[in-house]
Antibody, heavy 118, light 106 residues
Framework: EVQLVESGGGMVQPGGSLKLSCVGS????????IHWVRQASGKGLEWVGR??????????AYAASVKGRFIVSRDDSKNTAYLQMNTLRSEDTAVYYC?????????WGQGTLVTVSS | DIQMTQSPSSLSASVGDRVTITCQAS??????LNWYQQKPGKAPKLLIY???NLQAGVPSRFSGSGSGTHFTFTINSLQPEDIATYYC????????FGGGTRVEIK
């Protein structure tokens, strides 16, 4: 069974940092791209960034709203992808999901809530 | 960046009705389009991939059509358990989502 499990969310002050994790199981994690998507309360889905597989040189890309502040990385030996979030703002408050793209985007994790507030 | 325009933003229909949602891409995306269902507090669930293909285990009353820039999602015979928000998603270039359609029972 394909599973993605996010963790690491919590409350942080504006300007602070947080690192999210996404652990995959039941599929070829190393062969999949991992994307991060967020959703503010009552709002729609917003793509945050992604990291491709080793065969695609671990290429990363980011939404304009987080570029320069967020970093996506992965450790295939641990079947884990990460989202390092720096210089957090109130508008980064959201549930953060990871989703895999093997051939198509399909499975999502359950999400982890990040709250940026003083 | 590819923009996805989804309509309507909400709709109310009776049980048994046919429901149609449209999504327009700002540029051609071939058939690189998914449709998701999201219920409150849950992650999105894939219903349709590659614009027209039904994901395994999804009821056949859900269907998708279209290619290029214009796409349609249909629920034939709306059921009470279909109350949710539906999103289109393009994956031709990174990921972009439509604004969502909230489906309610009349």
């Amino acid at each position: 069974e394909v599973q993605l499990v996010e963790s690491g969310g919590g409350m942080v002050q504006p300007g602070g940092s947080l690192k999210l994790s996404c652990v995959g199981s039941g599929f070829s994690f190393s062969g999949s791209a991992i994307h991060w998507v967020r959703q503010a309360s009552g709002k729609g889905l917003e793509w945050v960034g992604r990291i491709r597989s080793r065969s695609n040189n671990y290429a990363t890309a980011y939404a304009a709203s987080v570029k320069g502040r967020f970093i996506v990385s992965r450790d295939d030996s641990k079947n884990t992808a990460y989202l390092q979030m720096n210089t957090l703002r109130s508008e980064d408050t959201a549930v953060y999901y990871c989703t895999r793209v093997a051939t198509i985007p399909d499975y999502w994790g359950q999400g982890t809530l990040v709250t940026v507030s003083s | 960046d590819i923009q996805m325009t989804q309509s309507p933003s909400s709709l109310s229909a009776s049980v048994g009705d046919r429901v149609t949602i449209t999504c327009q891409a700002s540029q051609g995306i071939n058939n690189y389009l998914n449709w998701y269902q999201q219920k409150p507090g849950k992650a999105p669930k894939l219903l349709i991939y590659d614009a027209t293909n039904l994901q395994a285990g999804v009821p056949s009353r859900f269907s998708g059509s279209g290619s290029g820039t214009h796409f349609t999602f249909t629920i034939n015979s709306l059921q009470p358990e279909d109350i949710a928000t539906y999103y289109c998603q393009q994956y031709a270039n990174f990921l972009t989502f439509g604004g969502g359609t909230r489906v309610e029972i009349k």
